[in-house]
């Protein structure tokens, strides 16, 4: 028998080509598509950007800079509200 891939000369029974390992049969079933996992890193870091927010909110008073401090953390908790509604609106 004759490999269909490379044309090697195979033994009747080969289940694979021994130069190239192409199967010399179709297979039989076929595969299961896996859904890919979705990793938690914009969940942590949508819960991170919060995090930093609430610690920079805390020491607003006891810098020398509170309204800027506050501005900051606005636009921080901002950033990580998005990132956690981007998950949720990719989830679905």
Excluded: H, W
């Amino acid at each position: 028998m004759r490999c269909r891939n490379c044309g090697t000369e195979i033994a009747d029974k080969a289940i694979v080509c021994y130069r190239c390992g192409a199967a010399t049969t179709d297979p039989v079933r076929k595969a299961v598509p896996v859904k890919a996992r979705r990793s938690a890193s914009s969940l942590l870091s949508g819960v991170a950007f919060l995090v930093v927010a609430l610690i920079i909110l805390s020491f607003a008073k006891a810098s020398g800079y509170p309204q800027s401090m506050d501005a900051a953390a606005i636009v921080l908790a901002l950033i990580g509200a998005g990132l956690l509604g981007a998950r949720l609106v990719r989830r679905r």
